[in-house]
């Protein structure tokens, strides 16, 4: 790091848990955040600022005049323009350390796969069962650690999935594809808007942590929020041993 960047993050560098190595760790991470909306916004907020050193921030919607209520990246004179790239702008001003890769595309297939298996760490700030789905698969197949957040109405979840460990669950477990409750839109139901917020931050702090390997990820456990009563709570999360995407299946006998 050069002088600037040990004034920039002297806040981190101050902290004993991360110091100079950490705050190094993070200065040297290629993170993949799929999602530039309610989630992905505060998310890629705090990475940027926290000085994430390359981060891959993928959408492929544009900004409408009903995402500013919350997707607090994009700003009214963004509306039209992709995400990513209005993600990309904003995210400069706060950190030009941190190089930003807009991709204003769905991720799917060997796109998609590419991707996470540069990454070091993956965030799941997308609104869609299908999406989570194949996140979920591309970070077993790599073995990347996988930060999920949802948000609606005003219900909250988020999760850690750390692939590179044997015993720990995939999203898979914890939501089988093909068992979901119908889905669930914003552009239906409504979001409470610092609920993304408050879901997106809890995901940055965990991908930092895990980042610069410090504390106690919130692996293998689900957060809920209810944020009328503003309460939490926790849910272990166990590994499937049936699950068909984290787990071998045992050779059938002959
Ligand atoms: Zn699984």
């Known amino acids: 790091m050069n002088d600037d960047q040990l004034l920039r993050y002297s806040r981190h560098i101050l902290l004993p848990q991360l110091g100079i190595d950490g705050q190094e760790r993070i200065v040297g991470a290629r993170v993949l955040v799929i999602g530039a909306g309610g989630l992905g916004s505060p998310a890629a907020y705090y990475l940027a600022s926290a000085g994430v050193g390359t981060l891959v921030l993928a959408d492929g919607d544009v900004v409408d005049l009903t995402n500013l209520q919350r997707q607090i990246l994009h700003t009214t004179d963004a509306i039209g323009r992709p995400k990513a790239e209005s993600g990309r702008d904003t995210l400069a001003r706060i950190n030009p350390d941190c190089r930003v890769v807009p991709l204003s595309e769905r991720l799917s297939g060997a796109r998609l796969d590419e991707e996470v298996a540069m990454a070091d760490v993956v965030l799941d700030c ?84 895990l980042l610069a390997d410090i504390g106690v990820p919130l692996s293998g456990r689900l957060l809920l929020l209810d944020g009328l009563s503003m309460e939490w709570r926790e849910i272990r999360v166990p590994r499937d041993p049936a699950c068909p995407v984290c787990s071998v299946r045992p050779a059938k006998a002959a």
């Open 126 to 209: 997308c609104d869609n069962f299908a999406t989570r789905h194949a996140v979920n698969r591309a970070c077993v197949a790599a073995r990347k650690p996988l930060v999920s957040g949802a948000g609606i109405r005003f219900d909250g979840q988020v999760a850690v999935f750390d692939l590179r460990q044997a015993d720990g669950p995939c999203y898979n477990c914890l939501f089988p594809e093909g068992q979901e409750s119908e889905e669930v839109r914003c552009a239906v139901m409504g979001v409470f808007a610092p609920l993304t917020g408050i879901v997106g931050s809890v995901q940055a702090a965990e991908a930092l942590k």
